[in-house]
């Protein structure tokens, strides 16, 4: 599977601001898609997650009813949707897909269990 990510930008805080993902291949449907995210100086963290078929989200606590992961399977893309931004959700974006079905909540918010990455989009909120 290969991963573009794409959308990032500047934006004000409070504002929103849609980043997506496409993915090549045609086993789309069948991997957990995730998203990531780094500011400079500090480790990756999980940011959401979505499984293969859609219907179960989880999301890391920092973004937590403010940040919405969705994906078109028939387009293989997953989105991200972050609204009331913050400075500190300033960081680079990835994407990045799992095989599903290997393991609970706790194995897909681990970013070594993704073996597969986009190039990362870079999110900037200015306050």
């Known amino acids: 599977v290969q991963l573009q990510a794409s959308g990032g930008g500047l934006v004000q805080a409070g504002g929103s601001l849609p980043v997506s993902c496409a993915a090549s291949g045609r086993t789309f449907s069948s991997y957990v898609m995730g998203w990531f995210r780094q500011a400079p100086g500090k480790e990756r963290e999980f940011v959401a997650r979505l499984s293969a078929r859609g219907d179960t989200t989880y999301y890391g606590d920092s973004v937590k009813g403010r940040f919405t992961i969705s994906r078109d399977n028939a387009k293989n893309t997953v989105f991200l949707q972050m609204n009331s931004l913050k400075s500190e959700d300033t960081a680079v974006y990835y994407c990045?897909?799992?095989?599903?079905?290997?393991?609970?909540?706790?194995?897909?918010?681990?970013?070594?269990?993704?073996?597969?990455w986009g190039q990362g989009t870079l999110v900037t909120v200015s306050s």
């Open positions: 990045a897909a799992a095989p599903a079905y290997l393991g609970g909540i706790s194995y897909y918010s681990a970013p070594n269990n993704y073996p597969y």
